[in-house]
Nanobody
Framework: QVHLVESGGGLVQAGGSLRLSCAADSSIVNSKTMAWYRQATGKQRELVATIPSDFNPDYLASVRDRFTISRDNSRNTAYLQIHDLRPEDTAVYFC???????WGQGTKVTVSS
């Protein structure tokens, strides 16, 4: 069973940037599509970005201009770079390995105005 560990969240002012990381303890994730979701308090979890093993990313339309998903298969790690953070980006961000049905524990991002 693979385990995913997210990191990189924190408190940041609006307009700032963060890079979230999702590290897996197995290289099996390298053949899977990795995804980032977020869940704000009182809201449903939403998919924000995916990156398949062929490195062709896709994004939620509302974040496409500010979010960049990437992966480093040599490190079994996926990343989510977020620029121009907005208060509405405040949420717990989770990574997910598709096909393995595996979630990380989440990393909290709080954006102050």
């Amino acid at each position: 069973q693979v385990h995913l560990v997210e990191s990189g969240g924190g408190l940041v002012q609006a307009g700032g940037s963060l890079r979230l990381s999702c590290a897996a303890d197995s290289s099996i994730v390298n053949s899977k599509t990795m995804a980032w979701y977020r869940q704000a308090t009182g809201k449903q979890r939403e998919l924000v970005a995916t990156i398949p093993s062929d490195f062709n990313p896709d994004y939620l339309a509302s974040v496409r201009d500010r979010f960049t998903i990437s992966r480093d298969n040599s490190r079994n790690t996926a990343y989510l770079q977020i620029h121009d953070l907005r208060p509405e980006d405040t949420a717990v961000y989770f990574c997910y390995a598709m096909g393995l049905d595996t979630w990380g524990q989440g990393t909290k991002v709080t954006v102050s105005s």
